[in-house]
């Protein structure tokens, strides 16, 4: 369901105002709310009268006929436990699999055919699943074991990196240093090993003092990536929200530039001509010659919202790591050059923010790890306007 969709059947609440952001209400919808009628231990983590904002949302779906798709996924397989059938399939592909969660990987376990024809194990070759949990960027995780698709001992791990230069690469792998990563079962996972097979130009890092500078810096790269060859429709800027996506927008129409942007369930036309913009989570699955990464600010990367209302050090620790996906899944968008900025004021909350942080340090760390004489903060992509 769209965000849109979420506002408008949202009960009025009626804790703080303080309290009353959407985004914090659909995470703990997603992620904490357990099947109808249960009550888990997790009652204990949830705020005073959640449950009761929790049922008047269930019930608001059943009376207009919707459903969470964890939800569909769970009468799904009822559906098929009560009425076994044949299924026509030979096999099921699964791509993008760290964004499915506990009750999707019980549904395409109980749509794969069975060795025995039965409910029992899966049938050889009947289940092909590729995912990478570095990039899971909706916060759902789930154990295949645990859901039954078993796949100890014939998996395999991709380390070539077809896309990108292996200088964005290695400050995509840089921003996730500190992060832990499952493998989609019960092990973790690392990116050591992981190559590019060409090499580019170093990724640009901005800190300017001011949204102009921002912008004046954003327009020279793009005039840069153009005369280097690279078509607009092939340059890609992408922001954390939609507002500040709008602003870039008219701020590059005014400098005389046309845009694009790229919505939501719908596919890039490229024969459209125009530099793409596009939120960080809708640019999954895309790639362009040329990405920006803008307005990489205190306030926006993590939300100030969302991290200010989180109610203990591991649930900020697991937002920040969560950002930290989003920002390696944006930076691999790019082929040839990546552009990072951000703007504001500095202060000391600035300076010890996790977006500056993770910017900052990974911009270091790729660049130490890259030969050659690239000691100047400028040689290393770092401008401080």
């Known amino acids: 369901m769209s965000k849109e969709a979420y506002d408008a059947r949202l009960p009025a609440l009626s804790w703080a105002p303080q ?6 209400f659909r995470i703990a919808f997603r992620n904490m709310l357990p099947p109808k009628n249960e009550r888990t231990l997790i009652a204990a983590l949830i705020p005073p009268g959640i449950w009761a904002i929790f049922a008047a949302y269930r019930a608001r779906l059943d009376q207009e006929n919707l459903s969470e798709p964890e939800d569909a996924y769970r009468a799904a397989r009822e559906i098929l436990a009560a009425k076994p059938a ?13 964004d499915l969660g506990a009750e ?57 990196c077809y896309r990108t230069s292996d200088e964005i690469r290695r400050w995509a792998v840089a921003v996730m240093e500190g992060v832990t990563v499952d493998d989609l079962d019960e092990s973790s996972d690392d990116l050591r090993g992981y190559r590019s097979l060409f090499h580019g130009p170093v990724p640009e890092v901005l800190i300017a003092k001011t949204t102009a500078g921002e912008m004046n810096a954003l327009t020279e790269w793009i005039e840069n990536c153009k005369d280097d060859g690279i078509d607009e429709s092939d340059i890609c800027v992408l922001s954390r929200t939609n507002p500040i996506l709008k602003e870039i927008g008219e701020a590059l129409k005014q400098k005389g530039y046309k845009t694009v942007q790229i919505a939501p369930g719908e596919a890039d036309n490229r024969a459209k001509s125009g530099i793409r913009l596009s939120t960080m989570h809708r640019s999954k699955g895309l790639e362009f010659s040329a990405v920006a990464l803008v307005r990489i600010n205190e306030d926006v990367v993590p939300p100030k919202a969302l991290l200010s209302l989180a109610p203990d050090a591991a649930i900020r620790r697991s937002l920040i790591a969560g950002e930290k996906s989003l920002i390696h899944v944006s930076a691999t968008r790019a082929k040839r050059k990546l552009f990072v900025s951000s703007s504001g004021q500095p202060g000391a909350y600035r300076k010890s923010h996790p977006a500056i942080l993770m910017v900052q340090s990974a911009q270091d760390r790729a660049a130490d790890d890259i030969p050659g004489p690239l000691n100047a903060a400028r040689d290393r992509g770092i401008l401080v306007q």
Not at 19 to 24: A, L, P, Q
Request: positive net charge.
């Open 19 to 24: 309290k009353r952001h959407t985004s914090v």
């Open 86 to 98: 044949l299924l026509p399939y030979r096999a099921v592909v699964v791509d993008e699999a760290q």
């Open 104 to 160: 999707a990987f019980k549904l395409i376990a109980a749509i794969a055919p069975k060795a025995d024809g039965g409910g029992g194990k899966a049938a050889p070759d009947s289940l092909f699943v590729v995912g990478d949990a570095h990039q899971r960027i909706y916060g759902r995780k789930a154990s295949m074991t645990k859901c039954g698709i078993d796949v100890r001992g014939r998996s395999k791990k991709l380390k070539v």
